[in-house]
């Protein structure tokens, strides 16, 4: 049996490619924007504060100032992907740039008091910086897939 023409040409576009980069751009975009105020800079300090790869970050910075920082590289990271839809240099330096976001907080369900409910046994109930986090395991593939397809645009293969 023959596919019809219309779900073809669905297989063959780049739609797929196209919406992980624009949702992508859309969450560096909206939460780098959130880290220009004081609530958001309240909210993160027990997660940096408890990160081995974050807690340098507020003797460094200051709480507000490490949550300007984190703004600063969503909003490059958002802006890479943005570039990338035409440049795809910029389009892999916004998905390493992606991925290693995404990796960094996924360590933050290790790191962070709380992550595991005590009330119903510890793992695997998910606490509630757990239950936030998890969701960035489908960022990272996103980023992912964004990183392998954006290499194939820059260096394709020869064959």
């Not at 490619?17 to 859309?26: E, G, M, N």
């Not at 975009?29 to 974050?54: R, V």
């Not at 389009?91 to 962070?112: K, P």
């Amino acid at each position: 049996m023959t596919r019809p023409a219309y779900l073809d040409a669905f297989v063959r576009s780049s739609l797929d490619i196209t919406l992980l980069r624009l949702s992508l751009i859309v969450i560096f975009i909206g939460f780098g924007y959130t880290k220009w105020f004081a609530y958001e800079a309240q909210a993160l300090i027990p997660l940096i504060d408890n990160s081995p790869l974050l807690s340098w970050m507020h003797p460094a910075f200051g709480i507000q100032g490490a949550s300007y920082a984190l703004g600063v590289a969503e909003w490059a990271i958002g802006a890479a992907l943005l570039i990338g839809f035409w440049q795809p240099r910029w389009a892999v330096a916004g998905a390493i740039g992606s991925a290693i976001t995404y990796l960094t907080t996924l360590t933050l369900i290790l790191s962070t008091p709380g992550g595991w409910e005590s009330s119903a046994g510890g793992f695997p109930a998910m606490g509630s910086s757990t239950s936030f986090l998890i969701k960035d395991a489908v960022l990272l593939a996103a980023s992912v897939v964004l990183l392998k397809h954006d290499l194939q645009r820059t260096c394709p293969t020869t064959a």
